[in-house]
């Protein structure tokens, strides 16, 4: 930094690389990066966002939560401003208080991850090590994004999902070269494909598209949206919950009519057997039919026999949005679309089968040797409970009592403290207002944010935290082939710290300071991080500049290209079943699991099946007919910068795309702003209505802030306060946020 003089430097972030301009302490604007086929508009607004006045700007304690230890008043605003010593000295006494008298399970780390780009200052990196430091804490398993995904599909396939889908799935120059039919459901949106831990330098999915088109390939999207895929995808309009009727449905084509690939079925899968008479009706009289499904999906007989006998004449790749099993009972359109792949035979083939998640995120779908990132090591955890992200409300409620997940009889522990940095839980949790009521239980919850978030404004002791922008570390993502010096661009903002010096202060009171630190600053953290970057590239033979050549060169392009290989597992799998198994208990692709079987859950049993959502237009009232679902915002990553999104005229409240046959007899004109409620709540939206929905449907794009505790309606638009908080099932325990009802009404 040299004192006003303007500058420009680039930095990078889970949205990609961009150019920022400072000037003195300040960040003036933002500009693309020059590679960049399609930068994202996101970083437009952080000027404003880093120095908005909902900044923190200084350690803040609840003055209740001081004086009484008071819970019930989280929320309030009340807060005094210690100096940073003595807010540390109450913070490390009050989480000794709670070790010392309930011990470490009664500590839960909560962080999501998506705090920074930078791999040293990672938020969630950086409190489990230091939970870690101390003895300890309750983890999380999965993520809002996949949690349901990450259970269901190593039964199936034998993989961790997130194996399965960044390193067996085939890339986009695969899919191009050899697909000639791509039924997308729940499409692929180019919008989501802007961001990826750690960031995406090159965002390509949208040029992907046009080559796929150039090509001629058939582009289907299936789903209640036409925009959730690129322009020029043929749209299959299909009710949000029945992607498992219409599969299903397929199936039962290609089994009735002769196309379903028996040797394959019979080599590479097991439970075909048990599978198919459950198809076919011979046991419960129903035949999952085109015309048992069209009632459920929306989608005519005609229209699901053509689908299903081109899919058998051609090439076809079945991909699935994340979104499908964030819904109840999501891990039976991943199952299911499994089966269909293998009903199919092309499995294993290049360009063929079935994929997750391509669109979801950015890097899914790209090819390169992996190098691999900068991890902070951080220790064992001395704590073996471990909880379903997605259920941390039931966890705060419901000390003591038991539940299923995945086979498993579990306990919720009695959580005492939270320690949450890195993350906004009442953006992306379900049913805000219940979460609100769990968020009282906790004795002490302790936040490092750098914005009065809606988790800050509930926390009783809040620590200033930097911004990626005011600090210095390196951005590297495994998925990515740039590697960036990241220049702290101007001065911490008010008297904020990054998550490292907090947590070293908090851990030299406690005890392990030296521990924490390694007697390393973050320069020196940097370094060593770094230089296993370096040594890792010697090893497989790619030149990786050191730090000193980086932070004078700012950014660098790595030679990651590699020649299109066959991904292995399922390519050695199709070659050769019995050389190559699969890590399931057959070795096999399982149509129908033994082991879940052996579960005895009745909304999860041993094959896929379909299984209405308890909120279900089928089943509406008048009280609440419309299906809400809830896709990420395209302005924002989650919640973030959403502070000064919020002072944009006209940018809030989120607007909520409506259909013009639902909009007219409700008397709502594009722009009105509406009343979006259920029984869980109600929030404020402006309408948009737009004939690119299926009637019957709304969607209201998450990340606007939740407002304040008790309020009637939230002025923001915040879909999260109409979401419904259950598991996806017993055995998956996901979130359950697409299947909601809502009714919409004119202010």
Same mark, same amino acid.
């Given at each position: ?5 303007? /500058? ?5 972030? +889970? ?15 933002? +500009? ?66 709670? !070790? ?5 399970? =009664? ?54 999902? *997130? ?59 299936? $789903? ?46 097991? $439970? ?52 499908? /099993? ?5 891990? /039976? ?37 992996? *190098? ?5 090591? /951080? ?103 740039? *590697? ?34 390694? @007697? ?20 497989? @033979?790619? =030149? ?93 990553? +989650? ?41 869980? $709540? ?11 929905? *299926?009637? @019957? ?48 009404? !004119?202010?």
């Amino acid at each position: 930094m040299d004192g006003n003089k303007r /500058q420009r430097r680039v930095t990078s972030s +889970h949205w990609g690389a961009f150019e920022v301009e400072t000037e003195g302490d300040r960040i003036i604007a933002t +500009h693309p990066f020059g590679p960049d086929p399609s930068p994202p508009a996101i970083p437009a607004i952080l000027p404003a966002a880093v120095h908005h006045d909902s900044r923190v700007a200084r350690p803040s304690v609840r003055r209740a939560w001081l004086a009484t230890r008071d819970r019930a008043g989280r929320g309030d605003g009340d807060y005094v401003t210690p100096p940073w010593d003595e807010a540390l000295d109450i913070a490390a006494a009050e989480i000794d208080r709670i !070790r010392k008298a309930h011990g470490n399970s =009664a500590i839960y780390g909560g962080s999501y991850g998506w705090a920074s780009g930078g791999r040293f200052h990672h938020a969630q990196g950086q409190v489990h090590r230091f939970l870690n430091m101390i003895g300890g804490y309750v983890a999380s398993f999965g993520s809002y994004s996949t949690g349901c995904a990450q259970s269901i599909m190593p039964h199936v396939f034998g993989e961790n999902f *997130l194996t399965l889908t960044y390193e067996v799935q085939d890339s986009y120059a695969t899919i191009a070269e050899h697909t000639e039919t791509l039924v997308m459901f729940g499409g692929i949106n180019p919008k989501n494909s802007m961001v990826s831990m750690g960031g995406i330098t090159e965002h390509q999915t949208a040029g992907w598209f046009d080559r796929f088109a150039e090509k001629g390939m058939t582009r289907i999207n299936i $789903g209640p949206q036409r925009g959730d895929a690129p322009e020029g995808c043929d749209w299959l309009p299909c009710r949000p919950g029945s992607d498992t009727a219409l599969m299903l449905a397929l199936a039962h084509v290609l089994e009735a009519e002769g196309l379903a690939d028996h040797a394959f079925l019979d080599r590479y899968t097991t $439970g075909y057997d048990r599978f198919r008479p459950y198809l076919m009706g011979e046991v419960d009289g129903t035949p999952k039919s085109p015309e048992w499904a069209a009632p459920l999906t929306g989608i005519s007989p005609e229209q699901t026999r053509a689908l299903a006998r081109r899919m058998a004449s051609t090439r076809t790749l079945i991909t699935v949005a994340w979104s499908l /099993q964030r819904a109840e009972h999501g891990e /039976q359109p991943y199952w299911m679309s499994a089966v269909l792949a293998a009903m199919l035979g092309q499995i294993g083939l290049p360009g063929g089968g079935v994929g997750y998640g391509y669109g979801a995120i950015g890097g899914i779908g790209k090819d390169f040797k992996p *190098l691999g990132g900068m991890t902070l090591p /951080q220790g064992g955890n001395k704590v073996s409970d471990v909880i379903p992200v997605a259920r941390v409300a039931d966890m705060l409620l419901n000390p003591g009592q038991p539940y299923d997940f995945n086979g498993e009889r579990r306990t919720y522990p009695d959580i005492r403290l939270v320690y949450w940095a890195g993350g906004n839980p009442f953006h992306h949790h379900q049913d805000l207002n219940r979460l609100h009521a769990a968020w009282t239980r906790p004795e002490t919850i302790i936040v490092n944010e750098p914005w009065w978030t809606a988790t800050a404004q509930r926390a009783d002791i809040v620590f200033p935290a930097t911004t990626p922008y005011e600090r210095e570390d390196i951005g590297r993502s495994p998925l990515d082939d740039y *590697l960036f010096h990241m220049p702290q661009l101007i001065p911490p903002v008010g008297e904020a710290r990054d998550d490292y010096a907090i947590f070293a202060g908090l851990a030299e009171r406690l005890g392990v300071g030296d521990a924490f630190t390694e @007697g390393r600053d973050p320069a020196a953290w940097i370094a060593h991080l770094y230089a296993g970057i370096t040594a890792r590239g010697a090893e497989i @033979g790619i =030149a990786v500049p050191s730090l000193d050549a980086l932070r004078a060169m700012n950014w660098v392009k790595l030679d990651l290209a590699t020649d299109e290989q066959p991904k292995p597992v399922l390519r050695r799998f199709r070659a050769d079943p019995e050389a190559a198994p699969l890590k399931t208990p057959s070795g096999k692709i399982e149509i129908f699991s033994e082991r879940i079987d052996s579960f005895g859950y009745d909304d999860c049993p041993g094959h896929p099946v379909w299984l209405p959502p308890k909120e279900w237009p089928g089943a509406a009232t008048t009280a609440a007919p419309l299906h809400l679902v809830s896709p990420q915002p395209g302005d924002k990553l +989650h919640s973030q910068l959403e502070a000064a999104l919020a002072d944009v005229a006209g940018a809030r409240p989120e607007a909520i795309l409506i259909h013009e046959d639902d909009a007219a007899p409700r008397g709502i004109a594009s722009g009105d702003l509406v009343r979006v409620f259920n029984a869980r $709540g109600a929030v404020r939206a402006r309408a948009r209505v737009t004939g690119d929905i *299926l009637t @019957g449907v709304v969607a209201l794009p998450t990340g606007a802030w939740f407002g304040a505790p008790g309020s009637n309606m939230d002025a923001n638009g915040n879909p999260n306060v109409l979401t419904r908080d259950v598991g996806t099932s017993r055995l998956g325990q996901g979130t359950s946020a697409h299947s909601a009802l809502v009714e919409v009404e !004119r202010l």
